[in-house]
């Protein structure tokens, strides 16, 4: 099939080079010309592990190639993916749906033929349905579009897997033609058996929603038991594996730390909230306001521990921040936690150094005032305290000996919970964990009191 995807960013960069993949005709569309020209050659313009590999072999087999022109969308495909970005809209908590508007009514301008127009991205419930009006009155006589919306789960870092094994399918449809043309498209994948759902444009838009808010608030319920545990020196990540046992509650989306970031939670469930109170509503979808507060919370909560280490003032403490990216395996440093902090620390007049594997280039673009560091042991070098805020394997695995020699104080914030404690405090280390009473060598114990105030905790242990 003859297909465009418009919107090349981690969503449609890895689905352009997945549809390709699949053996159809695959024209990736953005305005971004130097990306349009990375893909070109058959690079991948972010980190996502897979992709290069995907690029480059769909450019070598002819069928994947890359313009900035909608008119080229237009008469190349009979099949267009829209793909651009629906960020918050600045000052509200409301979806910006300029590009997704731009995006529908310039490509129907363009259309010479019958097409389908195939929203991807995360939009608002109501918006597939303004969006089909939207191209039928831009379009030419004859030509107006059919739309559909067939909402994308993947996740950065497994963003290729996700692409060509998903593990649903979901086809908003208006029209049995429609449902068709979607089912030709993924023939491989439904071939495999993967279950599909063929629903209305609006359960389909509210899918993906809903997903994404389960997992927001999948992880602010751990979050806020990590809280709870953090007021009675009790253990986070063993109540999680407990209680993660139960079937009907699962391990997985349940690991306590410095909460979500990225491009997708944060802004999806405050404009699924906005979007409640436009329909009248609101409050089936207020406990979002909590989950949102939660997760804010815990990145503060890095910033208190941090802070009581140096008896409340971190003017001139150099402390080193390993991760930068909202998440491994990926160089997003959109909504980022680990940047966040950093930049919390940074404010309160820490001397902050941040390392990150891939994401330092990303991080110095939004956050030049921070120190940086590409490798691992200058990053850690002379530092008062590291913050662990990316659970990177290469940290996971890290030496903590070989680690405890380069520093000048062996103080650990774990804000992931990624580190083997009990290996980290044989090395010397207090690991102050979230959610886990701390873990101090034996010969640096301080009498833990229990007590219901975090504060008194952490006087008792800073
Ligand atoms: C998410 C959804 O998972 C995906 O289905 C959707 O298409 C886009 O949004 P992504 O943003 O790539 O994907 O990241 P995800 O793996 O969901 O992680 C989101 C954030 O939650 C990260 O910052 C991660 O560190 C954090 N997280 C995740 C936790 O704090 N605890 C967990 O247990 C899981």
């Known amino acids: 099939m003859k297909i465009s995807v418009i919107g090349t960013g981690y969503l449609g960069a890895v689905h352009a080079a997945g549809m390709a993949e699949l053996g159809h005709e695959v024209l990736g569309v953005d305005s971004d010309a130097h990306k349009i020209a990375e893909l070109a050659a058959g690079r991948a313009p972010f980190h996502e592990p897979g992709l290069g590999e995907l690029l480059a072999r769909g450019v070598a087999s002819g069928r994947l190639s890359f313009s900035t022109s909608l008119e080229?969308?237009?008469a190349f495909a009979d099949v267009h993916f829209v793909c651009v970005g629906t960020p918050q809209e600045p000052g509200s908590d409301r979806a910006d749906l300029r590009f997704v508007d731009a995006v529908?009514?310039?490509l129907a301008a363009h259309l010479v033929r019958p097409a389908l127009i195939v929203g991807k991205s995360t939009v608002p419930v109501g918006t597939a349905r303004r969006l089909a009006a939207l191209a039928a009155s831009a379009a030419r006589p004859g030509v107006a579009p059919a739309l559909a919306w067939n909402p994308e789960f993947l996740r950065e870092g497994f963003a290729v897997e996700d692409t060509l094994?998903?593990?649903?399918?979901?086809f908003g449809v208006d029209d049995a033609s429609s449902e068709a043309v979607l089912r030709e498209v993924y023939a491989t994948v439904l071939d495999r058996g993967t279950p599909?759902?063929?629903t209305d444009l609006e359960?389909?838009?509210?899918?993906k929603v809903a997903a994404n808010s389960f997992l927001a608030t999948k992880i602010s319920f751990i979050n806020s038991m990590a809280e709870v545990c953090e007021a009675v020196g009790a253990d986070v990540t063993v109540l999680a594996d407990a209680i993660g046992e139960d079937a009907r509650i699962g391990r997985k989306f349940l690991n306590a730390g410095v909460g979500f970031g990225g491009g997708c939670l944060g802004k999806d469930i405050r404009a699924f909230r906005a979007r409640g109170h436009e329909l009248g509503v609101g409050q089936a979808l207020e406990f979002l306001a909590e989950v949102d507060a939660t997760n804010d919370r815990r990145r503060q909560r890095v910033l208190d521990?941090?802070?009581?280490?140096f008896d409340g003032d971190l003017v001139g403490r150099r402390v080193t921040v390993l991760g930068a990216a909202f998440k491994p395996d990926s160089d997003d440093v959109r909504d980022s936690p680990a940047l966040h902090v950093a930049r919390g620390l940074h404010d309160l007049g820490a001397v902050v150094t941040v390392h990150d594997p891939a994401a330092v280039d990303n991080a110095r673009r939004v956050a030049p005032q921070l120190g940086y560091a590409d490798d691992l042991g200058d990053a850690v070098a002379g530092a008062e305290l590291?913050?662990?805020l990316t659970e990177w394997r290469q940290y996971r695995e890290a030496d903590p000996r070989l680690l405890a020699s380069l520093v000048e104080d062996a103080v650990v914030v774990d804000g992931r919970n990624a580190l083997d404690t009990t290996l980290w405090t044989a090395a010397g280390w207090t690991v102050h964990a979230l959610g886990r009473p701390v873990s101090a060598p034996v010969w640096n114990v301080t009498p833990f009191v229990e007590t219901a105030s975090p504060v008194r905790?952490?006087?008792a242990v800073a």
Do not use: I, K, S
């Open 305 to 309: 521990l941090a802070a009581a280490r």
């Open 386 to 388: 590291l913050v662990l």
């Open 196 to 198: 599909t759902h063929v």
């Open 165 to 170: 094994a998903p593990d649903r399918l979901v």
């Open 457 to 459: 905790q952490e006087e």
């Open 104 to 106: 529908v009514a310039g």
């Open 203 to 207: 359960t389909a838009e509210l899918v």
């Open 72 to 74: 080229d969308a237009a």
